[in-house]
């Protein structure tokens, strides 16, 4: 017997000896639900309650693991906009857990064939993945987020399953799974790489798109979202049937408990539903005009994300799906916080404009739980004024792809001068100058899941992507040579030290500049794709990280290890305001000076010529502040060379410095483990794209630490 139950909260929760199931379907005639049995049977009841647009019922003696869908009856007229069809089985957009996969077959699309205005009445159920009911209750212990400051954060992007894939450590049948990857070896591998914070590819539970399924293959990285407050199933090695929920609580438990955070990869920004000739798996069957953008005569969709579709995040209703599931994760999954596929989209507003200060990015702003974890936007989409870089407020930071470019292209010895470098490598104050985080605002990276791996980035002048079945044209173009002579697999000497190089000059770079550092997960051991810029659909030994490294590879590790330790270890790396230039009192030097390699302070015509390929940049360790007496840290002395010959660097004197202790120098295959002294004055000669890092002491020891 079916009772009305109540209409909130949305979705199936267990109460009272059962559960009670809403769905906000407002202009549906009946909403259906279809509960499954362990044999395979099912039955359907009719939701009896209705109010303010939700259908809501209360099932007795049904609890945690029961399958069930949506079957959802209303009017069948696309070219109004209206694309109800019971005879697709649809997931509930608020299921805490999804069992199943997604099969090709003609009757997942609500239409036929060419014609999306015919109706297509064949049943989807057998060939669809099933929502189920969850028991959310969990012992967190002494569960507490690391809350790491962002001068403290050092981020690792990286696909969960591909990380414990061949780890030898992890036993066989997790790998792979939340339980891989909580695992004391992966764990181990981050704290001594230095790592704060893991950002994970899409963990949601997401489905391939229906080209790919067509064509025998996967979506692999996850950007294909279909229930926004599931773990993903497939990850799970415990089982399928809520057990995916107290299995990712596990795992992220034990990163607290190591001091780690953990940052999802989300997308909101479309769904698997993609264009009006999609299949019809959840939102498009329930209201399909409040979750889409749609043109003008609400037909066809409205697209800025390149896959079919755009979420509407400004219909009140689909805002409160995006932010009742960001709640989830922080509050029931503990969470700390989101990076933000295609931001943009998310500010789109009816007329489809962006506005980066819109409903989304308001409402998490204000609201309590949301605006204190760590919020990183992707910028942009693919739409018109798309482009947002610098535009997303407090307290979001972004990805910065300026950074990204201008640094591959001084180490590849093709940017027009230093001084756009100049910005990049102290925060990008040219972007970011107005907001209050400063610096923090900007998320460095290299690589990222999308390119090049770093290993391949120096490798090949073009892409390699036959292996996705799409000729090739997939993928961003690459078509800037970094002098690598032959691409690829070679066993000349100096190739591959010039390539290992290279790799040291591109992490130390990110590692070291003003912002949040973020590393593309195994970039530190020299993982490559064989030149594969676009490894989306590769679920395979072209994705996985393989553990069985090379000494070379150990040195690649350590090495960045090292760097990640000085950036940590001195606050002249983890500052948050911008440098002036202006001189600090305590110290009697510039808090950042600018110096070419006779130690000469740079001119205009330095700064303005298109061929100065190299550049020292003089860090005081003090600032002009109120409490400058305890922002003092030791001065560093940076110089890069992107040249294609080696140089004298002159170590600068007076104020600036009595003694310089060489770091490191990327022109080696590993740092000094004793490191050697200079005096001021002295000269040192620097390798072509090579860079060098010394530790100053002044005049008056007495302002420097001991650290």
């Known amino acids: 017997m079916v009772h009305e139950g109540q209409s909130e909260p949305l979705g199936a929760t267990i109460t009272n000896g059962g559960t009670n199931f809403a769905v906000w379907a407002p202009d549906a005639d009946r909403v259906e639900l279809c509960l499954f049995t362990p044999d395979g049977g099912h039955w359907n009841v009719d939701l009896p309650g209705f109010t303010k647009g939700v259908f809501h019922g209360f099932v007795p003696e049904i609890g945690h693991g029961q399958e069930y869908g949506l079957r959802v009856h209303g009017a069948w007229q696309p070219d109004r906009g209206l694309r109800f069809n019971p ?94 990857m909580a695992h004391p070896a992966i764990i181990k591998h981050l704290l001594d790489l230095g790592i704060t914070a893991v950002e994970l590819l899409p963990v949601q539970q997401f489905v391939s798109e229906t080209f790919l399924l067509a064509k025998g293959m996967e979506n692999y990285w996850g950007y294909n979202t279909l229930a926004f407050f599931a773990p993903h199933s497939a990850y799970s090695s415990s089982g399928t049937h809520g057990e995916q929920v107290n299995e990712f609580k596990d795992m992220v438990k034990a990163y607290h408990r190591a001091g780690l955070e953990i940052i ?133 930071s972004e990805w910065n792809d300026q950074f990204r470019d201008c640094v591959r292209d001084f180490w590849r010895g093709e940017s027009f001068g230093v001084a756009e470098l100049g910005w990049r490598l102290t925060g990008s104050g040219d972007v970011y100058w107005q907001h209050s985080s400063g610096t923090h605002a900007s998320v460095n990276f290299v690589t990222a899941h999308d390119g090049f791996t770093l290993h391949d980035l120096v490798s090949y002048n073009n892409k390699h992507n036959i292996a996705n079945g799409e000729d090739g044209r997939d993928g961003t173009s690459n078509n800037r040579s970094w002098n690598c002579g032959v691409e690829g697999a070679t066993t000349d000497p ?56 090379q000494p070379w590879q150990q040195e690649l590790y350590d090495f960045t290890a090292y760097v990640i330790g000085i950036r940590r270890a001195h606050r002249v790396f983890q500052r948050e305001s911008f440098l ?97 002294t200079f005096n001021s004055g002295q000269t040192m000669e620097l390798e072509s794209h090579a860079m060098a890092l010394w530790k100053v002491t002044r005049r008056d020891p007495s302002h420097e630490t001991d650290a």
């Not at 503990?334 to 500010?347: E, K, N, Q, S």
């Open 494 to 549: 100096i190739i591959l030290a010039f390539r290992r190089r290279q790799m040291r000059n591109l992490m130390a770079t990110t590692i070291l500049s003003a912002g949040i550092p973020m590393l593309a997960s195994g970039d530190e051991l020299a993982r490559t794709q064989q030149g594969n810029n676009n490894a989306y659909c590769q679920n395979n030994d072209m994705s996985w990280q393989d553990w069985d490294v």
């Open 264 to 396: 999802l990869d989300v997308v909101y920004n479309h769904t698997p539903e993609g264009n009006a000739f999609g299949p019809t798996l959840s939102f498009r069957g329930l209201d399909n005009i409040a979750y889409y953008h749609l043109d003008e005569g609400n037909q066809h969709y409205w697209d800025s994300t390149g896959c079919g579709n755009t979420v509407r995040a400004s219909h009140p209703q689909t805002l409160r799906l995006i932010m009742d599931s960001l709640r989830y994760w922080v509050q029931e999954m503990h969470v700390d916080g989101f990076r933000f596929d295609l931001a943009t989209a998310l500010t789109r507003k009816s007329d489809h404009a962006p506005d980066a200060a819109g409903a989304l990015v308001s409402s998490i702003a204000q609201d309590p739980v949301l605006r204190n974890v760590k919020l990183i936007a992707e910028p942009w989409d693919v739409g018109n004024d798309g482009y947002q870089l610098g535009n997303f407020p407090e307290p979001w």
């Open 580 to 676: 002036t230039g202006e001189k600090v009192q305590i110290v009697n030097v510039p808090d950042i000076a600018w110096l070419d390699s006779q130690a000469q302070i740079f001119t205009q015509e330095d700064w303005d010529s298109e061929h100065t390929r190299a550049i020292g940049i003089y860090l005081a360790g003090a600032i002009n502040t109120p409490q400058s007496q305890n922002m003092v840290d030791n001065g560093f002395y940076w110089f890069l060379n992107a040249a294609n010959e080696s140089i004298e660097v002159t170590l600068p004197g007076g104020d600036f410095g009595q003694e310089y202790q060489l770091m490191f120098n990327t022109a080696n295959e590993s740092h000094a483990s004793d490191p050697m």
């Open 87 to 180: 005879a697709k089985l649809l997931i509930d957009p608020y299921a805490k857990a999804v069992t199943g996969e997604l099969v090709m077959d003609e009757s997942l699309f609500g239409h036929i064939g060419g014609d999306d205005l015919v109706f297509n009445p064949k049943d989807s159920a057998a060939f669809v993945p099933h929502s189920v009911v969850v028991d959310t209750e969990y012992d967190w212990e002494d569960d507490s987020p690391p809350d790491r400051p962002f001068n403290d954060t050092v981020l690792y992007e990286t696909h969960l399953a591909a990380l414990s894939r061949l780890h030898p450590e992890v036993p066989e049948h997790i790998r792979g799974t939340y339980a891989g």
